[in-house]
């Protein structure tokens, strides 16, 4: 009897032990290590959610808020999903939006103020108009996650009968918030500045105009209007070090482009581009440069399609620090901007180009790893290597 116990005892260690490296071999499948010139990184998959997740923050520092493009808001519990649990739940309480074609439910950054702040396209007239809205989330004891008092905050000028083209990103300084508008598909919105289509709109935190805005005084131009000639800015970040507000947009064929934003300044689309027509050789406007006309600081040719853009700060990357980071969509990697000591554009580094996803949304925590999304589902962690 004794000897039969003994021979179970034994059996149950040796079960454990194989358990146990099973789920090692698990583990690492899930973490690749890469280098970049500057620093060597791990990857790490932590779960695919049903949709294309377009916008992420933090509701605290285990859980994710992740907007789905189709009209869905979802919570990612990062404990659960290492643990391959059910690790995301819907979120309700969202109003009617008009997710068809580039539209959808699209980003989210939690304000200053505590609120979460959003921009979807919202249905209008048989169409979608690039809304701001902000909404207050909370979390249970048991981990239940819910949304309340949720306002429009702005419903932008821009409606059109074209699915493309909504902006659509968000970021604050140390007063305001920004955020983007695309042209609609509508190259003529670029330099009509009676509506919001093609601009950075700048808002103070309860939807209100700031009186110093640069075109409050002037007639032909929207009030909320920060500049304009912005064909499709899909990411805007805050350098809060040189205060210098930057965005991202897609040129055509062609031509995407990283702008400083200046208030009051004119970027130029579609009079100047650096691309070409989707159905020909021919250069799109009249030149890629013009007198009054603010040219960009770093322009991608072939297009990369950049989704998103962050200023990196962290202490987990030292070597990034100060350095700007945009999703691509086309090309399908990590666009690393290498800046220099005055906050300037200075370098590139693409980084996981064989992953072959569609990279949309960055995050970072507050330790300085980088997450981001993919239009694949996926949402992945980048820390550094061990």
Sequence with gaps: MVKTLQIDSFLKTIICCFLCLIALAAKAERLSTFASQDQSFELEKLIQVPGVPWGMAWLNSNTL??????????????????????????????????????????????????????????????????TLAKAQIQQNEIGQV???????????????????????????????????????????????????AATIVRLNLDGSVPSNNPFVANKKVADAIYSYGHRNPQGLAYDTKHQHV?????????????????????????????????WGPLKVGEAETK???????????????????????????????????????????????????????????????????????????SQGNLYFSADSGNLYKISPAR
């Design 291 to 365: 007198e009054g006309i603010n040219s960009p600081l770093k322009v991608y040719v072939p297009s990369i399609a950049p989704g998103s853009l962050l200023y990196y700060s962290g202490e987990a990357f030292p070597a990034w620090q100060g350095d700007l980071f945009s999703g691509a969509l086309k090309l399908q990697h990590l666009n690393r901007i290498i800046m220099d000591e005055n906050g300037m554009p200075a370098g590139e580094e693409r980084l996981l180009e064989d992953l072959n996803e569609r990279v949309r949304a960055l995050l970072s925590d």
């Design 246 to 278: 930057w965005a991202i947009e897609h040129g055509p064929r062609g031509g995407d482009e990283l702008n400083l934003l200046e208030a009051g300044a004119n970027y130029g689309w579609p009079i100047t581009s650096h691309g070409k027509e989707y």
């Design 65 to 130: 808020i992740v907007t789905l493009r189709r009209g869905e808001l979802v919570s990612v519990n990062l404990t659960k999903a290492k643990q391959g649990k059910q690790a995301w739940q819907n979120i309700s309480g969202l109003p009617a939006v008009w997710a068809q074609g580039q539209g959808g439910l699209l980003d989210v950054v939690k304000g200053p103020d505590g609120y979460f702040y959003f921009t979807y396209s919202k249905p209008q007239n048989g169409s979608g108009v690039t």
């Design 146 to 196: 819910s949304m309340s008092a949720w306002q429009d905050v702005f419903i932008s000028d821009s409606a059109s009968s074209s699915n493309r083209h909504y902006g659509s990103r968000i970021t604050f300084d140390d007063s305001y918030i920004y955020f983007s508008i695309g042209d609609r598909g509508d190259r003529d919105n670029g330099q009509n500045t009676l509506n919001h």
